[in-house]
């Protein structure tokens, strides 16, 4: 035990003991910050456990979560833990089927219900026998409050789980079917939360804005985590409205965003300036530059962040190079839920290194395999897959190391680039496979493109089906068509003659989480769009722009 880090609740205790008065969850409602403080938070989170064991619950039982990031997710995780539960932290956005099969494949005996967009969608799914509790929101029905919660049992004394306990069922985002339980213990959690704070360096003198689905590995590793661990300060965001202005008054020191999101605070941005040249002309002159870098990272509330951070999906190195010109330097990161989110780490920045996203950190190893697949291995692996032994074999090899069905290659400093997923490359009707991945980045150089997705599997050419930011979907049609065959005839000089681009299919309905075509931590569900599209592409050709 000398060498296990410290366990989320050993913590909590610490910081409860070492800074009892100091706020640590800040949950705005109605536009006023609501604070909890170490002391108060340890409290409730013991009265919480207490009350799950009152009304029957035994350890080992597995509870669900769902709801969108708040102050009580937090409490409530750490309160599972504290009653040696099973977490099952479920998307906010899963659609009513997923919701229902999570909640059947897992065994939940108990859900937490919180915030929800939309309540009643979701009410089918969840079973009349299964024990409701509310979390402090507006939310489906409940047998029980969170106030009568917290004033339904003494607080318990803490028992620290071991480090080989279950601590979570982390279902994956369901890309490609059926989502998988990835079992996460503790000592694995808290492996890769302690690496992730000594890259970070974090402090308590550190804020944090939690806003990426809490369901997701990632915002519970490198936010939840890392606060809990460094005593740190945590803001939440109201709702999607307030998002920017939740941000100005956190001022993160560090922050954290995924690609399609850092895509929308540029657009937003050049639509302020007025056009991408006028903003780039702006860049260049010299005494300006540091004016406008400095109001676009006050606009975003971003000017205090010390580390910026991308993960979850592929992006630009054009978009982090534009960054780079107004002061902002965006590390990447790569991690997995079955790596409890830590994989490599692009800390500290180096634009040199723009378009990697980063080395394996300590007692992390990362090799290639057969078809240049990225094969990791570290204490922070999970320990299978819930209920299903046949993926869990497919996915570990002899030695031990996770089959991350990424393709990339690692460069003389260990730095690692992916090239694709290679059940994302495909054939076209020439027999050659394309692998799409790499073209969508050169795509995202165009500041009218919100999104794209390459397919053509068995059609004369890959096409790019393509969402525009709103701001061009107001331009005029020759001026957007011309700037995107531009775009499209320069990557084409690059491709071989196989992955050329026939053209673009310029879809008509946004690509969402609603819609099924975005997961709930905004990854492109590529196989939707090829069911939907890949009939409408075998005539596009010679570069060709098609309006849906």
Request: charged share 20%.
């Amino acid at each position: 035990m000398s060498n296990q880090p410290l366990l989320p609740l050993q913590h909590l205790a610490h910081w409860a003991e070492q800074q009892p008065q100091k706020v640590w969850l800040r949950q705005p409602r109605e536009r006023q910050l609501h604070d909890i403080n170490w002391a108060e938070a340890y409290d409730q989170v013991k009265r919480l456990a207490g009350a799950l064991q009152q009304l029957g619950l035994v350890a080992g039982d597995k509870v669900a979560i769902l709801s969108k990031n708040c102050a009580e997710w937090f409490l409530t995780d750490l309160a599972l833990q504290a009653g040696g539960f099973i977490s099952v932290p479920i998307y906010p956005t899963a659609s009513a089927e997923t919701v229902r099969y999570v909640l059947n494949h897992s065994g939940a005996k108990a859900i937490f219900l919180g915030k929800l967009d939309d309540p009643q969608a979701l009410a089918s799914a969840v079973p009349e026998n299964l024990l409701r509790f509310d979390m402090n929101h507006p939310t489906l029905q409940c047998q029980y409050s969170w106030s009568q919660l917290l004033q339904m049992a003494e607080p318990i004394e803490l028992e620290i789980p071991l480090p080989d306990d279950l601590m979570s069922i982390i279902y994956t985002s369901g890309s490609t079917g059926n989502p998988k339980g990835a079992m996460l213990k503790y000592g694995a959690y808290a492996f890769a939360v302690d690496i992730m704070l000594q890259e970070l360096q974090a402090t308590p003198e550190d804020r944090v804005i939690s806003y990426l689905p809490l369901a997701h590995i990632t915002e519970r590793s490198y936010i939840e985590g890392t606060a809990t661990a460094c005593g740190g300060t945590v803001y939440f965001v109201e709702n999607l409205q307030t998002f920017v202005d939740d941000v100005k008054v956190c001022q993160p020191t560090l922050f954290l965003s995924v690609p399609r999101l850092w895509t929308l605070f540029r657009a937003q941005v050049i639509e302020k300036i007025g056009s991408a040249s006028k903003l780039d002309l702006l860049l260049k002159l010299p005494i300006i530059k540091g004016i406008v870098a400095k109001k676009i990272r006050d606009g975003l509330g971003l000017n205090h962040a010390r580390m910026l951070g991308c993960g979850s999906a592929p992006v630009a190195p054009a978009l982090l190079r534009w960054y780079q010109t107004v002061g902002m330097n965006i590390s990447e990161a790569w991690g997995m839920t079955e790596t409890a989110a830590l994989g490599t780490i692009g800390i500290p920045f180096r634009s040199d290194k723009i378009g990697s996203v980063g080395r394996a950190p300590m007692n992390c190893e990362l090799k290639l395999g057969d078809n240049n697949e990225l094969l990791f291995k570290s204490p922070a692996l999970f320990s299978g897959y819930y209920q299903n032994d046949a993926a869990t074999a497919e996915v570990f090899d002899e030695d031990g190391f996770f089959r991350t069905g990424d393709q990339g290659h690692i460069d003389a400093d260990g730095y690692m680039t992916i090239t694709g997923r290679i059940k994302d490359n495909f054939k076209t009707a020439k027999g050659k496979f394309v692998a799409p991945v790499p073209i969508e980045a050169k795509l995202a150089q165009n500041p009218l493109i919100e999104l794209s997705c390459v397919i053509g599997s068995g059609q004369p050419y890959p096409v790019a089906l393509l969402q525009l930011t709103e701001s061009a979907q107001m331009m005029d049609r020759a001026e957007v068509e011309t700037a995107l065959k531009e775009t499209i005839s320069q990557i084409n000089t690059l491709m071989e003659s196989h992955a050329t681009l026939g053209g673009a299919l310029l879809t008509k309905e946004p690509w969402t989480v609603e819609n099924d075509v975005l997961t709930p931590t905004l990854k492109i569900k590529r196989h939707v769009l090829e069911e939907r599209f890949n009939e409408m592409i075998g005539d596009i050709r010679k570069e060709q722009i098609i309006w849906q």
